[in-house]
């Protein structure tokens, strides 16, 4: 059974960093696109940066040069390091995997964790 697992969100202050971090299980994150996405109360849920199997990212304009997401193979996890938090950056952090080929008798499924809090205050 695959599970995404959220962890490291948080209150912090304007100008402060955070470190979320997603834990996989079920042996998929070796051949999965894994992403961050955020949801803010009243909006749509946005995609905030993915990374690809062999480490190409792409991210959000808004948090170009602020955030970072990263992957640990041997882990199973991907992380966001979130720095230069701003009050806009408040929303519910969810963490996405899209599996590149067939898994479980389905093409390219796709998984998503829980989600972990992020306010920043003013």
């Known amino acids: 059974q695959v599970q995404l697992v959220e962890s490291g969100g948080g209150l912090v202050q304007a100008g402060g960093s955070l470190r979320p971090s997603c834990a996989t299980s079920g042996s998929i994150f070796e051949s999965a696109i894994m992403g961050w996405y955020r949801q803010a109360p009243g909006k749509q849920r946005e995609l905030v940066a993915k990374?690809?199997?062999?480490?190409?990212?792409n991210y959000l304009d808004s948090v170009k040069d602020r955030f970072t997401i990263s992957r640990d193979n041997a882990r199973n996890t991907v992380y966001l390091q979130m720095n230069s938090l701003k009050v806009e950056d408040t929303a519910i952090y969810y963490c996405?995997?899209?599996?590149?080929?067939?898994?479980?008798?389905?093409?390219?499924?796709?998984?998503w964790g829980q989600g972990t809090q992020v306010t920043v205050s003013s």
């Open positions: 990374i690809a199997v062999h480490g190409s990212t």
């Open positions: 996405n995997a899209v599996v590149i080929g067939y898994y479980s008798g389905r093409a390219n499924p796709n998984y």
